[in-house]
Each structure stands twice: as structure tokens, then as C-alpha cells.
């Protein structure tokens, strides 16, 4: 843990809270439906031609129904039309490399992952992609998801902050405002400082590079019909060795296996079809070109997450530089932190904005603490052997980064719904690897993603009152507003569905064939594998601890609903709480009312927050990367 | 040296290459179809999940 890591990290957070407060401005300004903005000139026609188009009434607000509705209808649409892309990208232009379709569960995964600002990725962007389906069908889910989210945290606090009102505002204004007027700009000149860094942003076909140290690779041999060639082989299985006496052959008490043939009933050897591999000479490696800087901005200030190639954010072309590294761990937490400045306006109590972020930051730093320390301490096996040279748990780390920017970046982009990596997670230590999985069981309202992290803030905000309400023996009061059972009961379903879809799919996962043959690691960090993947897609994260070979038709059917769940199926509640806000008096503080910042409000949000993940996911944490920990103490390794 | 290959590619696996060519036109017409339903019958569910959502 070096100084110069401690010095970043207190940069970090100062930078964060220095555009806090601007970009909540900024924000006041985009989601009021008559803000103006210094981009007006330029967006206000194109703002008034799209909802003609549309045929949308910016003027006429909507109820909590109504606006939920028209966010279902819309993620219904734009979750099709990405899927048809998807699924005839080798008719449409813009494929010079002339790729073929996606597989129909593939599609469905990635649809409903771009929709639900998840993406999760069980392809690989660079070998599969057209241009036009990464710019057509996944670029324009990274603006509207994202915008989709903003939309529903502003209906929320629209809610807490109005008097006796039955809407919470237009969702079509407020989608078309914050893709016009916040996203696309910030994305313009987002994009153009990350090509000055080195990104690329072109549409030439993919290049090839002479290896100047060429090598080989085992593939399978195929016939002039290009069908691969197989031969019969005899099935092994692992069996006692017997010495000429027929005893087991033992050795430290242990006895002494070896590969024989397997048999059937009759004795006859049991016989299988293998591929005949042959030796191939490497001697050129394919370079992916595309238009990635654009994809890059969006991906990362709209959290969501999904690279242009599959190593992510560790690629050189996605994250070249000490820089870009830097700025795109600060854009993901951009918009979050602007919001609960955004939050301190709307209400009228600034104080209780800072209180959110402060409550919010706390949370982060002690991840970061956990994490970081976690892998600059290392593999304690390696330490016992003495072979642990760089000075930490490097593996699966991008050496340009090393461990405090990897294990900062892991952080980061599971408090928020990112899900960008510039690391293997999978290659984390034990509790390494549990700050990122924990992060997201939380439900991701660690500044969290854009928008999602503030009303998934604000649910726990509400229990918060809640339980200090029940406490002191008053009916608890939010802002002036009584919270009664239907805000409670709408919070905890909010709650409970993420808690139920996670543990319930990957439990399901933990005991069927389909599940476990996506393994690549036993044990409890096998656990740890299945329970990432389904708390990644149902936080609508999209990071995967990688390990779990997931590009199956039952994997990507499983983790596809887990993505609509997690994301509408929270999101219903929500709004509806919004409602039932809206319509509420708001009464002037008195004596007994809770006061909702300080440090006291701080500590019990903190202590509400941790108290629901722990009750929700600490058994199953305590069977994987709680156990493995212990485990890894005493040198057993999955 | 060169870099040690993990199989990142699932996707582009031999076996998955072959399952994906051996289904015909209509099985992949049905698949799509049960995708699209799967799509559709959730929106579905959650339209009335705001009605429930309503009346608690």
C-alpha cells in the first residue's frame, strides 16, 4: 500500500466532491421540462422535432401508472428491436469482417442486457459484432438505459419533494432532456480527450501484425469438407494400482491411482468419438479496429459497462493510459454524485444531500480499503513459499495498472452498476474478490449506477426513517412526508425481489448439471462464480468474476430473466412509492421528526444498509469467498 | 514470450460452431419466436405487476 496510491485516492475522492455540486446543477436543469440550459440554441429544435415524432405532449405530466408504463413500453420496444439487430446483423451494413448472427439465446441475453443497463457480455464484442450492431444496438441502449435510470431516480425525488400532486413528471421528456442535454454532449467531448489518449475510433477493417515470435496451438484437424476429423478412442477412468499381489498400492497412506480403461457390463471397453487435434503455426495476430472511443464514454459515464473487446477496460485500445484510467473511474461515479446534490435541491435540505454522499463514501472507502488490502497482501501460500515477487496478488491484473488501480477499479465499478473491468475478479483473493460481489448484493447504491444508485439509495433511506420511527415510538416521517405501510411495503419488495432472484437463481445453478458444467473452479470459489453471475445480472451490473464458461442456452435464458428482473421488477415498486409520496402533505418539522442528516443520520443509514445485505446474502457469502478465505489459510486453493 | 491462451471464446468453440450450423432455418425460427414470447410475456407480467403494485 503505497503513498502514492493513498495520494490517488485521496484525489479521487476530492475530484468527486468537487463536481458534485455542478453537476447536480447541471442536473436541476436537464430534468425540469422548462430548464434551460447554454445548449438550448443548438438541442431545443431537435428536442421539440423528437416529440413531434413521437407524438408526445411535453407539457402533459403523467402519474406514477402512467410513467411506469411508458418506461415498460419503451424497454419493450428498444429489448426487440436490439434482438432483431442482433439476430440479422449479416444482412445489415457496416460488418467488413462479415459476421454471422447471433445464436437466438445469445440474442435474447444481450438484448436484455443492453435494455436493462446491465451489460453482461457472454460474447466476445470483437469476434462476433458488426459495427452496426455495436453502434446501432448496444451504443444507443448505453444512452437510453442510462437515461431510463436518471428518469426514474428524478420521478423519485420528484415524489418526496412535491405537495398534494398526483405526477411525477413526463418519462418521455424526461428521457429525450437527458440523452439531448446531458449525455450525448459529456459523451461528444468524452470521447475526443479519450482518442487523444490513444483509443481508437475508425471503421477499417481489422489489420494483422507479423508475430515476431511465432508459436503454436493444438487445434481440431478438419477434411476438405471442413468437418472436423474424430477418432475412436478408449474412455479412461481413474482406478487403484494393484500390485502383483492385487492390493492397493499405497503411498503416505494414500493409494497410488492410474488411468485404465473403462468397461462395460460385458467387459467390453467403452468406446468415444474425440477430435484429431493437430499443430498450427501462430504467426500473425488479428487487430480489432472500430469505433470504440464512442462506445467507451458512453459505457463508462452512463455505467454501463460493456467493452468494445472482450478484455474490457484492461484492453489498450479501451483504456490506454494512466489518464484515461483515471477519468473513466471518475465519469462512472460523475453522474451518481451530481444526483444526490440533484436530491439536496429538490427537497430543500442540501444537508441531507451530503448526507447521501457522505453515507455513500464511507461505503466506498471501505471497500476500497478491504480490497486493496486484500491484494497488496497477497496469496499467503505464495508468501509461505517465498515466491511472491510483486509484492502482492498480481495475477489476473494488468501489469500497466497494477494492484491498488485494479483493486480502486473493481470498487468503483461495482458500487456503481458499471461492471467495466480493468481486472480478472475471478483472480482476486478471497476477500478481494468479496468486495466487488458484496457491493452489488447491496443492490448497488454505492453512489451506484446512474440513477438506479440514488433510488436504490432512497429505498433504504425510507427504511432507515422507518426503523428510527419504530424506535422512538413516532410515525416516521421522510422530508415532512409520513411513511406509512404502503411505502414500506412497496421498499421491501423493491428489496426482496433483487434478494430472491439472486440467491433463487443461483441456487438453482449450484445444484443442476447445466449449472455446475459451466465451472471451471470447485468449491466454495465455484460458489463464488454462480453467485457473481446472478448478482451481477440481477444488480444489472454486467462485470463477470469470469471462470463460469456462461455462453450456454440455459445460462444465458437464466441470467437474461435475472436482468429483467432486477431491473423492472425493482424498479415497479419504486415508482409507485413515488406515487404514494406525491400525493402525501408535506408537515413542517416538530420535535420529534428525524432529522434526515449528520452524522446520526449517516450511521444509521450506514447500519440499515449493511444490516438488509448481511441478513439477505451473508450465508451464502459465508459458502463461498467468506470460507474460501479461512480455506486459503491454510493452503487449500479452488 | 508468447502469451499463455485462456479459452476466452466460448463462443467460438468447435462444438458451438457445429451445433449452431446443424439446426435448420425453422428450429432457429422457433427459437427466436420462444425468445421474442419470453420477451413479450414478461413485459406482460410486469404491466400487471404495476396494477398489483396499485392495489396493495
Known amino acids: 500500500m503505497r503513498s502514492i496510491d493513498w495520494l490517488q485516492l485521496g484525489l479521487f475522492v476530492a475530484i468527486l466532491a468537487l463536481i458534485t455540486k455542478p453537476m447536480g446543477l447541471y442536473l436541476l436543469r436537464v430534468l425540469d421540462a422548462n430548464g434551460r440550459t447554454w445548449l438550448d440554441p443548438i438541442l431545443k429544435p431537435l428536442e421539440r422535432l423528437t416529440y413531434r415524432l413521437i407524438g408526445v405532449k411535453p407539457d402533459v405530466e403523467q402519474d406514477w401508472k402512467g410513467y411506469a408504463f411508458a418506461m415498460l413500453l419503451f424497454s419493450l420496444v428498444s429489448c426487440l428491436f436490439t434482438y432483431a439487430i442482433l439476430r440479422l446483423q449479416h444482412w445489415l451494413p457496416l460488418n467488413p469482417q462479415g459476421y454471422g448472427p447471433m445464436s437466438p439465446d445469445l440474442a435474447f441475453n444481450t438484448a436484455t442486457s443492453f435494455t436493462t443497463n446491465t451489460n453482461w457480455q457472454s460474447y466476445t464484442g470483437e469476434s462476433t459484432l458488426s459495427y452496426f450492431a ?222 447521501v454522499w457522505a453515507a455513500m463514501m464511507v461505503l466506498f472507502l471501505a471497500g476500497v480499503l478491504l480490497c486493496w488490502h486484500s491484494e497488496a497482501a497477497g496469496n499467503p501460500i ?136 459451466g465451472l471451471n473452479n470447485t468449491g466454495p470459489h465455484g460458489l463464488s462464480e454462480m453467485l457473481y453471475a446472478y448478482s451481477s445480472a440481477n444488480g444489472n451490473n454486467g462485470s463477470a468474476f469470469a471462470g463460469l464458461s456462461a455462453n450456454t442456452p440455459w445460462y444465458n435464458t437464466t441470467i437474461g430473466l435475472a436482468m429483467l428482473i432486477g431491473r423492472f421488477l425493482m424498479i415497479v415498486p419504486i415508482i409507485a412509492m413515488a406515487g404514494s409520496l406525491a400525493r402525501k402533505k408535506i408537515a413542517p418539522p416538530s420535535v420529534g421528526t428525524f432529522p434526515v442528516s449528520g452524522v446520526t443520520f449517516v450511521i444509521l443509514l450506514l447500519g440499515t444498509v449493511l444490516l438488509v445485505g448481511a441478513l439477505n446474502f451473508l450465508p451464502a457469502l459465508s459458502l463461498g469467498p467468506i470460507v474460501e478465505h479461512f480455506l486459503t489459510g491454510q493452503g487449500k486453493l479452488y | 514470450m508468447p502469451v499463455p491462451h485462456f479459452n476466452y471464446l466460448p463462443a467460438l468453440s468447435g462444438a458451438r460452431v457445429r451445433a449452431q450450423k446443424q439446426l435448420n432455418w425453422i428450429e432457429r425460427t422457433m427459437m427466436d419466436l420462444i425468445f421474442i414470447a419470453v420477451v413479450v410475456v414478461f413485459f406482460a407480467v410486469s404491466g400487471w405487476y404495476v396494477r398489483f403494485c396499485d392495489k396493495m
Open chain 1, 134 to 355: 455495436q453502434m446501432v444496438g448496444l451504443v444507443i441502449h448505453n444512452f437510453v438505459s442510462a437515461a431510463t435510470g436518471i428518469a426514474i431516480a428524478a420521478a423519485l425525488v420528484r415524489g418526496i419533494a412535491r405537495h398534494s400532486a398526483q405526477t411525477l413528471g413526463n418519462f418521455w421528456v424526461d428521457l429525450v432532456r437527458t440523452t439531448y442535454y446531458l449525455l450525448l454532449p459529456i459523451c461528444t467531448v468524452f470521447a475526443v480527450f479519450l482518442v487523444s489518449q490513444g483509443i481508437i475510433q475508425n471503421f477499417k477493417p481489422y489489420t494483422k501484425a507479423k508475430l515476431t515470435e511465432t508459436y503454436t496451438v493444438q487445434v481440431p484437424k478438419t477434411d476438405d469438407k471442413n468437418q472436423p476429423v474424430t477418432t475412436n478412442v478408449a474412455v479412461m477412468v481413474q482406478a487403484p494400482k494393484l500390485d502383483s499381489a492385487g492390493k492397493p498400492v499405497m503411498t503416505n497412506g494414500v493409494a497410488v491411482m492410474v488411468d485404465v480403461p473403462k468397461l462395460d457390463d460385458k467387459g467390453q471397453r467403452v468406446m468415444t468419438n474425440v477430435p484429431v487435434m493437430v499443430d498450427q503455426k501462430v504467426e500473425e495476430q488479428v487487430i480489432p479496429q472500430g469505433p470504440v472511443a464512442s462506445q467507451i464514454a458512453i459505457k463508462m459515464l452512463g455505467t454501463n459497462g460493456g467493452g468494445y473487446m472482450n478484455a474490457n477496460a484492461s484492453h489498450p485500445f479501451e483504456n490506454p493510459t494512466p489518464l484515461s484510467n483515471f477519468i473513466q473511474m471518475l465519469s462512472i461515479f460523475a453522474i451518481g454524485c451530481g444526483l444526490t446534490y440533484y436530491l439536496g435541491r429538490m427537497v430543500k435540505n442540501q444537508a441531507h444531500g451530503w448526507s
Open chain 1, 382 to 517: 505464495h508468501q509461505q513459499l517465498g515466491v511472491a515477487a510483486a509484492g502482492g496478488n498480481m495475477e489476473g491484473k494488468e501489469v500497466r495498472f497494477g494492484i491498488f488501480n485494479s483493486a480502486l477499479f473493481a470498487t468503483v465499478t461495482t458500487d456503481a452498476s458499471c461492471g467495466a473491468v480493468n481486472s480478472m475478479h475471478d483472480s482476486f483473493t478471497a476477500l478481494g474478490g468479496f468486495v466487488p460481489l458484496f457491493n452489488i448484493q447491496l443492490g448497488e447504491i454505492i453512489v451506484g449506477g446512474v440513477g438506479a444508485g440514488l433510488y436504490g439509495m432512497l429505498v433504504f433511506v425510507v427504511l432507515a426513517v422507518f426503523i428510527a420511527g419504530l424506535m422512538v415510538g413516532r410515525t416516521p416521517e421522510y422530508l415532512g412526508k409520513k411513511i406509512q405501510s404502503y411505502e414500506v411495503k412497496m421498499a421491501m419488495l423493491a428489496l426482496l425481489v433483487l434478494a430472491v432472484s439472486i440467491l433463487g437463481f443461483a441456487a438453482w445453478a449450484s445444484v443442476s448439471t447445466w449449472g455446475l458444467a
